[in-house]
């Protein structure tokens, strides 16, 4: 008992929110900290609130599961995200963490809670920043090159569907959602009259437009933590045998959200009206990656796309 007084003594006047609950996770103690999170008093919560009420519903089956390893000793002390609702229902963004105790005899959990709602919220607003950024700068290439008006987005798309069926992690996928969208940005130094010919480009026009990949990177790379982004993009021509450019890259030296990219260009490209011709049939794409899979293009990204448009999940 010495121990817990001594514990509640330090937890009145602390900042960080503290709770004990039991075994039928009826609340045996909160500190100050904890009420102002859930905008509760202590007589409000101790014996009428259960540790699952606030818990966000879709939170709820794999905090329980926690809360069950817990009690049986099962699991170590860690830090996990999780959202309650307060009693004016806002979602509140905290990392929790607890262990397994015993009070009087009885099976408890006692643990800390640290919001974290206003960095959350911080962050998903940079997001939406950083994702008008993006979107200004795909318009940007649409207005200097208005025949290609949506490829961008459209090779984005195909090229997230890819990635999805490669099991790919959200990380690497959204990089590619995000490379997919600027993979062209290096147009913006081109001049219109070469992309607007409408014949196919002689040696000097065709050096002018294949230096648009490292361009694109040069501008990539200088926004924080695009490196990967604006690798993807300067390899999203290379091709396995070698014979793309800017710097002739083989096989594994390709980066895959690259290598995914590319056929997803090469795809959109094909279907679509160009000024130099008109659309290809998707019988003709889908015999162009047939013929070149495992040659110039990753075999299970060929695959894939194949699977995608002879189902018609994915429509130009």
């Given amino acids: 008992m010495e121990n817990l007084d001594f514990f509640i003594n330090f937890a009145e006047n602390c900042t960080v929110a503290f709770y004990i609950f039991d075994y039928n996770l009826d609340f045996l103690y909160v500190n100050p900290a904890f009420c102002k999170i859930f905008e509760y008093t202590k007589e409000e919560i101790i014996g009428k609130i259960k540790a699952l009420d606030w ?7 794999e905090v329980k599961k926690r809360i069950e390893r817990r009690l049986k000793g099962e699991s170590q002390i860690e830090n996990y995200l999780v959202r309650f609702v307060s009693k004016s229902k806002k979602i509140k963004y905290c990392l929790a963490s ?51 008006m949506g490829h961008q987005l459209r090779v984005s798309n195909l090229s997230v569907e890819i990635a ?18 600027l993979h062209d940005i290096g147009k913006i130094t081109i001049p219109p009259e070469i992309l607007a010919l409408p014949r196919k480009l002689n040696p000097i026009e065709r050096k002018i437009v294949e230096c648009h990949p490292k361009i694109a990177y040069d501008i990539l790379i200088e926004i924080p933590n695009f490196e990967n982004i604006a690798l993807i993009v300067l390899q999203h021509h290379e091709r396995l045998d070698g014979s793309g450019y800017p710097s002739g890259l083989k096989d594994n030296e390709i980066l895959l959200g690259a290598r995914i990219i ?10 679509n009206h160009r000024p130099y011709r008109p659309a290809l049939k998707i019988e003709d794409v889908i015999e162009e990656l047939y013929t070149n899979g ?14 995608l448009l002879t189902e018609s999940k994915i429509k130009f």
């Fill in 55 to 61: 818990v966000y519903e879709k939170d709820k089956k």
């Fill in 98 to 148: 607890g262990q397994s105790t015993k009070i009087n005899n009885k099976n408890c959990i006692i643990g800390t809670l640290i919001d974290i709602t206003d960095k959350i919220l911080y962050q998903e607003e940079l997001q939406k920043s950083l994702q008008g950024v993006i979107n200004t700068l795909s318009k940007i290439v649409e207005i200097k090159d208005p025949y290609t």
């Fill in 164 to 181: 999805k069926k490669l099991k790919l992690k959200e990380k690497e996928i959204n990089d590619i959602k995000i490379a997919a969208l």
């Fill in 262 to 271: 590319g056929v997803a260009d090469v795809v959109e490209a094909m279907s």
């Fill in 294 to 307: 495992g040659i110039k293009y990753d075999k299970r990204v060929v695959d894939i796309c194949i699977n």
